[in-house]
């Protein structure tokens, strides 16, 4: 009886992790997207605001 609520439990962590991994992941992804978008948008606005007072 014990034996078996341990197992369950067992179970039930062990795709908690693989779930948690997913996340993860997908945060991991979503953060470095994030980053390159910002450096695009950054070295754009620049060179915008550079063009601007340069005149």
Known sequence: MVLTR?????????TG???HEVRLRR???RFWMA???ASVL????GAGI???IGR
Do not use: C, F, P, R
Not at 42 to 45: H, K, L, P, V
């Open 50 to 52: 550079a063009q601007l």
């Open 6 to 14: 341990v197992e369950a439990k067992l179970d039930t962590a062990t």
């Open 27 to 29: 945060l991991e992804s």
């Open 35 to 37: 980053m390159g978008a």
């Open 17 to 19: 992790v693989a779930d």
């Open 42 to 45: 950054g070295a754009g606005g």
